[in-house]
């Protein structure tokens, strides 16, 4: 896994808006660099219950491509200011020149720990998977680990 900086723009984690989010991530298949990705995704201002409905668009350097919907759920923790996000989204995928991940549909799922400082600045680190759960005869999946920047655009 690699660690890389992104950054985004995105609301105050509790007041839970629906500002745009754009990172830049470094992609790995079994622990081996497979290229830098630019990720934005938004919440769309509904929800279903806790879940709020989000959709994302991603392309990589290597020309892959991949766009979804699903689902964020936001969780507060007794820490001020700490804050913990799970999304799991559904999406189609072109592997471009990049990663051949078995098949166009893949779900997209994973973790971020956000702290929220008193400028509305996130600074987080995350898990994100991409897999198409057996779908296909194949399925590498592609794991991201990253650190993040957030600057909240108003």
Do not use: C
């Amino acid at each position: 896994m690699v660690w890389v900086f992104g950054i985004w723009a995105s609301n105050i984690a509790h007041q839970r808006g629906v500002w745009p989010r754009y990172s830049i991530h470094q992609n790995s298949v079994n622990d081996a660099v497979t290229g830098t990705e630019f990720y934005f995704r938004r919440k769309t201002g509904h929800a279903n219950g806790p879940f709020e409905n989000v959709w994302g668009l991603s392309v990589s350097d290597k020309g892959e491509l991949w766009a979804g919907i699903g689902h964020a759920y936001d969780i507060d923790t007794p820490i001020d200011h700490l804050g913990i996000q799970l999304h799991a989204m559904t999406g189609l995928y072109e592997p471009g020149q990049g990663t051949d991940l078995g098949g166009p549909i893949e779900f997209r799922s994973g973790i971020e720990v956000m702290y929220e400082l008193s400028d509305g600045w996130r600074i987080g680190a995350g898990w994100d998977h991409r897999s198409n759960l057996g779908l296909y005869k194949v399925n590498p999946g592609l794991e991201t680990t990253f650190i993040r920047l957030s600057v909240p655009l108003r």
